[in-house]
């Protein structure tokens, strides 16, 4: 592999992991804020649901996107299988019930002291969002740090919806399975370099947000 190549790789990787990180952080992010303030059994339901959504195996929701996406889905119209965007769609499954599962707890937490400290300003419920907002956002971030590295080391959804196809939809996990299935190990290890290496960098920029949020 040259290093044209292992560029390629990389490129396809990130892009597909931030897109689909910054996704659902869309999605997260007010879903927590809803989750976390609210009250009543569906919200509860619903919290349940999300913890135990954060767990769902990586393959079944490339299955999904598979399903939903292939000639004979109700999604074929799109022409998406084995593309990028099923790549994302199939990402955004697995990262968005796993920053929600994160944030929501920290707004239970916070909301009693916050709520009544805004109550007996007191504050508009608008302006009270908007503080406690800018209160976690160094949560945000570090959850957000975590979806993104979740996505980067997963393999099975991005396999089933992106196809491995060389050039195209080949990211650093599915180019590592197919260079060991080849029995190309030096490839495979230089991959596994790399992707350990931005690992370690997205850790590294969490922990060091959470340190600064703890300060």
Request: glycine fraction near 6%; hydrophobic fraction near 50%; include cysteine.
């Amino acid at each position: 592999m040259d290093y044209r190549e292992l560029a390629q790789i990389v490129w396809v990787s990130l892009s597909v992991c931030f897109t689909s990180t910054l996704i659902s952080a869309a999605l997260a992010i007010p879903f927590s804020l809803l989750l976390g303030m609210g009250n009543g059994l569906v919200i509860r339901a619903l919290r349940t649901a999300v913890i135990a959504l954060s767990n769902i195996p990586p393959v079944v929701a490339g299955l999904l996107v598979y399903m939903l996406t292939s000639r004979s889905g109700p999604l074929s119209f799109l022409g998406i299988v084995f593309s990028k965007t099923a790549m994302v769609m199939a990402q955004v499954l697995v990262v968005t019930p796993l920053i929600t599962s994160v944030l929501f707890p920290v707004f239970i937490d916070m909301r009693g002291d916050f709520l009544e400290t805004c109550n007996g300003i007191p504050l508009k419920k608008s302006k009270t969002y908007f503080l406690l907002f800018n209160e976690c956002r160094y949560i945000y971030t570090s959850a957000v740090l975590i979806g993104f590295g979740r996505a980067m080391s997963e393999v099975a959804a991005v396999s089933l919806t992106g196809g491995n196809i060389r050039h195209k939809t080949r990211v650093l996990t599915t180019a590592i399975m197919l260079s060991t299935s080849k029995g190309e190990f030096r490839e495979a290890l230089t991959l596994a370099a790399v992707l350990i290496v931005l690992v370690l960098i997205v850790n590294f920029l969490a922990g060091r947000i959470k340190g600064r949020e703890n300060k």
